[in-house]
């Protein structure tokens, strides 16, 4: 398994210098697996199919959240920027991103020409903004990545105002032994790009932190089939990619939707 600096260099490579989202397993400029529900995947798939199931995947955690008019709003892992767009169709006050990533800030802030968005260079364990400075967090498909959950943890609830609402998405697995075997069936675990974080550690972290209200819901039956189904129509329809599904099925990982509040006032 590769040490902390070399996932930092690894990091690097696929989101900074290898751009990631250009790779045809994604579209749009967005990088996640996307939500499929009402997609139909007997049919032919096309780019636009794609860049719809990962807007969807936005608008699920987003309406988890609440997001709407005046909210201030803090995206974590905020990549190219494209959530942020998706973001700011629902009114809020204003949106932040943090990225690890300079070249993702760099591209996120040409693509966003709104005043109300705006992207820094940080990390999701020490998020570079006052306390209680966001009423709404989101990360979509990034705590895969990071070192620290339980930093991360703590470091939202102190960004998030008195009431502000938590959601993150992403693959997390179910059982101790996952991170040996997933990294025989898939290369991003292998070579230390994405971690293996139990998804019953996460929610302890979460309450630790002091959230409550901290659930989480299976989504992989909107995830897996249809991003197993686009694979297949890639230019590497039998690679390593295939056993994301079989990861799925064998109950090693799922996708998950983890909301939390961090409590008002009144309940502290």
Do not use: C
């Amino acid at each position: 398994m590769a040490d902390k600096a070399d996932r930092a260099d690894l990091r690097q490579r696929t989101y900074g210098r290898g751009d990631l989202a250009a790779n045809p397993l994604f579209a749009g400029g967005f990088i996640n697996f996307g939500y499929w529900a009402g997609i139909p995947l007997d049919g032919d798939l096309t780019v636009e199919h794609r860049i719809a199931s990962q807007e969807t995947l936005y608008d699920v955690v987003l309406d988890a959240l609440g997001v709407g008019t005046g909210d201030r709003v803090l995206e974590v892992g905020s990549g190219r920027g494209l959530g942020a767009r998706r973001i700011l169709r629902r009114d809020p006050a204003h949106v932040r991103g943090v990225d690890l990533v300079p070249e993702q800030v760099a591209r996120a802030t040409e693509a966003n020409d709104d005043p109300r968005a705006a992207f820094v260079q940080g990390s999701s364990d020490d998020l570079p903004f006052p306390d209680a400075s966001f009423d709404a967090l989101l990360s979509v498909e990034a705590a895969q990545h990071f070192e620290d959950i339980g930093g991360f943890a703590h470091e939202s609830a102190r960004v998030l105002a008195p009431g502000g609402r938590f959601a993150v998405t992403t693959f997390f697995t179910r059982t101790d032994d996952a991170g040996a075997r997933l990294a025989e069936l898939l290369r991003t675990f292998a070579s230390g790009l994405d971690l293996a974080h139990r998804i019953d550690d996460v929610l302890r972290d979460l309450r630790a932190a002091g959230f409550v209200d901290v659930t989480a819901r299976s989504v992989g039956e909107h995830v897996w089939p249809g991003f197993d189904r686009w694979i297949a129509l890639t230019e590497h329809p039998n690679g390593w990619g295939r056993n994301w599904i079989r990861a799925a099925e064998t109950g090693l990982a799922d996708y998950f939707l983890v909301t939390a509040r961090k409590p008002a006032g009144s309940e502290a």
